[in-house]
């Protein structure tokens, strides 16, 4: 068990829809980042957030954000879902900046 | 951005074998993971190993920074070690402290 818990597990949903993934960093990890795993795009990284404040953006899409509550935990907004959109979505967490990272267990989110 | 390439994609091994995964990286880093993703798809840390050799039980990591590679040992290989092996670097002086994938090697120990 690594620590990083995400809610749910999997997720199904249908086109055009809106879904929320939640994550809980490591007791005392102040950074957490979202990744996109999918078959054709392999790992990606979404957005990261220090502190409760935006850090870096990476490859994430208009339709998805995210956000840090000041207790630390974290929740990606995905919208107007479409099927490309279906991927397993991680949260990772870590101390500070350059410090091991850690990962939750993945949401599968389907969208059909 | 930096590129991380992962050598071989696929390996297939007889239960007991020993095998060496490479990663190659196109930058200075701050930071390297290894990790093992099992068939439920969890990603499990292996190593943190920005630079020099760590061992754990069969498995051991060696990244030569200066030459901007890491090395993943595991030996007598056993089916549960089956499943997908990524290295992620931190570029240095990046904006953020994002992680980027390799491409992952998938690993497959017959027994």
Same mark, same amino acid.
């Not at chain 1, 490859?59 to 339709?63: P, Y």
């Not at chain 1, 879902?81 to 279906?86: A, F, K, P, Q, T």
């Not at chain 2, 002086?93 to 953020?96: D, K, P, R």
């Given at each position: 068990d690594s620590g990083v818990t995400q809610t749910p597990k999997h997720l199904i949903t249908a086109t055009g829809q809106r879904v929320t993934l939640r994550c809980s960093p490591r007791s005392g990890d102040l950074s957490v980042y979202w990744y996109q795993q999918s078959l054709d795009q392999g790992l990606q990284f979404l957005i990261q957030y220090y502190n409760g404040e935006e850090r870096a953006k990476g490859?994430? !899409? $208009?339709?998805f954000s995210a956000q840090q509550f000041p207790d630390l935990h974290s929740e990606l907004n995905l919208s107007s !879902? $479409?099927?490309?959109?279906?991927a397993l979505y991680f949260c990772a967490s870590s101390v500070i900046s350059s410090t091991e990272a850690f990962f939750g267990q993945g949401t599968r989110l389907t969208v059909v | 951005g930096i590129q991380v390439e992962q050598s071989p994609p696929d390996l297939i091994l007889q239960e007991g074998a020993n095998s060496t995964l490479r990663c190659n990286f196109s930058d200075s880093v701050n930071n390297l993971q290894w990790f093992h993703q099992n068939p439920w798809g969890q990603l499990i840390n292996l190593f943190y190993i920005p630079s020099g050799t760590k061992q754990n039980g069969r498995l051991s990591a060696t990244t030569v920074a200066t030459e901007r590679y890491s090395l993943l040992y595991i030996s007598?290989?056993?089916?549960?070690?089956?499943g997908v092996y990524f290295c992620a670097v931190e570029r240095r %002086? %990046?904006?953020?402290n994002m992680l980027t994938f390799g491409g992952g090697t998938r690993l497959m120990v017959k027994p």
């Open positions: 490859n994430i !899409l $208009e339709r !879902l $479409e099927l490309g959109d279906s | 007598s290989s056993q089916t549960t070690d089956s %002086n %990046n904006a953020g």
